[in-house]
């Protein structure tokens, strides 16, 4: 089916600002839902932030809000997130997905992922 292609991560210091990019190779459905997880070291894969492609709803996880921002361009195919004030905490591997709903289970398509590093 659909392929994605993350971009954009690498190191940055603590309260420096990053900008995560995923491309699919084809136009998403309307009902589709993009989103981010992340995974580090010992820690199970975590639902970051989502976008419903038609309506342009945004979901995040606590720790995210007020800091990151997940949006799109639909002429593009690409889904952003846009990470401010980054904390040695959001280190991790970031991979975009593509699904039918909100629950981990509803993302079946995912990007090969893409290393966050941030030091303090």
């Known amino acids: 089916q659909v392929q994605l292609a993350e971009s954009g991560g690498g190191l940055v210091q603590a309260g420096d600002s990053l900008t995560l990019s995923c491309q699919a190779s084809g136009r998403p459905y309307s009902s589709s839902v993009m989103g981010w997880f992340r995974q580090s070291p010992g820690r199970e894969r975590e639902f970051v932030a989502a976008?419903?492609?038609?309506?342009?709803?945004?979901y995040y996880t606590d720790s995210v809000k007020g800091r990151f921002t997940i949006s799109k361009d639909s002429a593009k195919n690409t889904v952003y997130l846009q990470m401010n004030n980054l904390e040695p905490e959001d280190t991790a591997v970031y991979y975009c997905?593509?699904?039918?709903?909100?629950?981990?289970?509803?993302?079946?398509?995912w990007g090969q992922g893409t290393q966050v590093t941030v030091s303090s």
């Open positions: 976008i419903r492609w038609g309506r342009g709803s945004t």
């Open positions: 997905a593509k699904g039918t709903g909100l629950d981990k289970s509803d993302f079946r398509s």
